[in-house]
């Protein structure tokens, strides 16, 4: 199966929460990240975790880590139409090998 | 803005043909790694350098090639392209850490 899983698509309202999933499999993951990729763009970088936090919190963005059930999570409060992008998770190994993993993203859409 | 450029930023080649796209990072960015994105997945790594030397290579043929420049810029060459080669080329470029700043990326189509 896929090292790291993530649901296709989300849509909700603007000004509500979004949360967008992301489960991956491999248990040496030492960084997991979520980028945002907006059409023809490349990847921008929103935030990253260390595999030995639990929750990272960052202006309106929250990360939620359960290393125990590798389920990883972005919180996007009071949600935007600007932030109608694809959400990339990904995770890397504390192994001087600095590749990055990704999901398959999920695209937000954020509806007025 | 992450200060990592890439050039060109489209590109059309022919099946057989080989192809030079380039990064250029941002000074004192030792690694650049670089992805391949096909139309709706996620980057796929193809190889990183760091200080020059190739330092981890994902599944990708021995066709893909990269070089990495004193002046912290790099090249990814692909030789006797195929059709499945079309896509989003991203490089991606840090200090030796685990963040690492993506230019917009280069789209290659192969007829």
């Known amino acids: 199966g896929e090292d790291v899983e993530q649901s296709l698509f989300l849509s909700v309202r603007e000004g509500d929460s979004s949360v967008i999933n992301c489960t991956y499999t491999?248990?040496?993951?030492?960084?997991l990240y979520w980028y945002k990729q907006e059409p023809g763009a490349g990847l921008q970088l929103l935030t990253y975790?260390?595999?030995?936090?639990d929750m990272k919190q960052d202006q309106r963005l929250t990360v939620l880590l359960n290393k125990k059930d590798k389920h990883l999570s972005l919180r996007i409060a009071d949600t935007q139409t600007g932030d109608s992008a694809i959400y990339f998770c990904?995770?890397?190994?504390?192994?001087?090998?600095?590749?990055?993993?990704f999901g398959s993203g999920t695209r937000l859409q954020v509806q007025p | 803005e992450t200060g990592v450029t890439q050039s060109p930023t489209h590109l059309i080649k022919t099946r057989g043909q080989q192809v030079t796209l380039r990064c250029s990072s941002q000074?004192?960015?030792?690694?650049v790694s670089w992805y391949q994105q096909a139309l709706g997945q996620g980057p796929q790594f193809i190889f990183q350098?760091?200080?020059?030397?190739?330092?981890g290579r994902g599944n990708f043929p021995p066709r893909f090639s990269g070089l990495q420049f004193p002046n912290y810029s790099s090249e990814l060459n692909v030789n006797a392209l195929e059709l499945d080669d079309s896509a989003l080329y991203l490089c991606?470029?840090?200090?030796?850490?685990?963040?690492?700043?993506f230019g917009p990326g280069t789209r290659l189509t192969v007829l």
């Open positions: 991606a470029s840090g200090i030796s850490t685990d963040t690492q700043y």
């Open positions: 491999d248990s040496s993951s030492t960084y």
């Open positions: 975790i260390f595999s030995n936090m």
């Open positions: 990904a995770e890397s190994k504390d192994t001087g090998r600095r590749a990055l993993t």
């Open positions: 000074s004192g960015h030792n690694t």
């Open positions: 350098y760091y200080r020059e030397e190739e330092n």
